[in-house]
């Protein structure tokens, strides 16, 4: 037996040097599985700007889709990154609530519906480097997760807003629909209901058992292991038991870990390199909302402080329509105004409306 024992060990060596150099099980859906894969990266939040609704929001992903089909990628890689104003490791507290997000669950969903339609022949992974409340919706609207050591993903228990009233039998109806909702983001990506429910009202418990490998996820404390037994906390998940417990399918702190992990060892980085992917759409997008945003909030400012001056109604208008402007190119400007109980752009209208009868009435003014 002993004179078999180098003639095994080389067999072995060959075996795992065979499949070291074996190509990515994605790298076999290319059109050449030959290529070195050329990947795109697209943010969902960049740079700690990720609020859901303005930050992450259609229209930007309408111009990611067009230049996708442009450069023609073999990967794409989701990169999110949303905290939903949480700036500590708390899950109560240390919110900037400026930056909280309020989901408009139909365009999400567009968004979700755009991006997975468009790229259907396409591989797509979904890298979580934080994801705290809403953006959890979107994380797990992809079957292909993957986290970074330190993120987050925390469950979504502010849909407990969309279903406010007094009436209980109104409350019951409304959170069954929200919840329904929420769970159709993770029906998406292959999660069962159990897990939903338990990451959006906090009375549901979790825990999971192990039917063979096959993980089966309840809505009681009776599995092998419990994940939420609180009724005043909803589940939440940092990476390493997202990894154990496989809501995500391994942790890596960059994108040459990632590739790594997907079992590629060569890739084609340079549209990442030459600042030609989806960082700097998502990034100049961010950058110029914000700054639209800023100067919005100043020229409504200054309206109100010369509107009711009859001999000011022309530079009054002059500054509502800059704002008008503004929300009419970026959505998010309407949506930060309306969650910080600022006029909507029908309100604005409605001001400009009134500026013009009040000016016909008077005669004109400067």
């Known amino acids: 037996m002993k004179r078999f024992a180098p003639l095994f060990a080389l067999m072995l060596t060959a075996v795992f040097a065979m ?145 406010q009233h007094p009436d209980p039998e109104v409350v019951r109806k409304f959170l069954a629909a929200w919840t329904g909702i929420a769970n159709g983001f993770l029906r998406r990506g292959g999660y069962p209901p159990e897990l939903g429910l338990a990451m959006m009202r906090p009375e549901k418990t979790l825990s999971v058992s192990w039917d063979g490998r096959k993980l089966v996820w309840r809505d009681d404390t009776k599995g092998t292991f419990l994940v939420d037994g609180s009724e005043i906390l909803v589940a939440n998940f940092d990476a390493k038991t997202a990894e154990d417990l496989g809501l995500c399918d391994g942790i890596a702190d960059s994108v040459e870990d990632l590739m790594f992990l997907l079992g590629y060892r060569e890739w084609d980085d340079s549209l990442g390199k030459g600042n030609q992917d989806g960082v700097k759409i998502v990034g100049d997008y961010i950058t110029d909302w914000r700054k639209a945003y800023t100067k919005s909030i100043e020229n409504f400012s200054e309206f109100e402080n010369i509107a009711k001056d009859p001999k000011k109604s022309s530079a009054a208008k002059q500054a509502l329509e800059k704002v008008r402007s503004a929300m009419k190119k970026f959505p998010a400007v309407e949506y930060r105004f309306k969650m910080e109980r600022r006029p909507s752009l029908a309100d604005v209208d409605t001001l400009l409306l009134q500026l013009k009868e009040r000016k016909s009435e008077s005669g004109g003014g400067r």
């Open 19 to 163: 499949a070291a150099d074996a190509p990515s099980p994605l790298q076999m859906n290319q059109k050449d599985p030959s290529k070195a894969p050329k990947i795109y990266v697209i943010p969902m939040g960049l740079d700690g700007n990720g609020q859901i609704g303005s930050d992450i929001r259609l229209s930007v992903y309408e111009q990611v889709v067009k230049d996708v089909k442009a450069k023609k990628p073999d990967l794409i890689i989701f990169q999110l990154e949303s905290t939903d104003g949480k700036t500590g490791k708390a899950y109560l507290g240390n919110d900037d609530r400026s930056e909280r997000g309020r989901i408009d669950f139909e365009d999400a969903r567009k968004m979700v519906d755009l991006l997975k339609t468009e790229f259907v022949n396409i591989p797509q992974v979904m890298w979580v480097k934080d994801s705290v409340g809403f953006s959890t919706a979107l994380a797990l609207a992809w079957p292909d997760l993957y986290m970074t050591s330190k993120a987050r993903l925390w469950g979504m228990s502010r849909v407990m807003e969309f279903v």
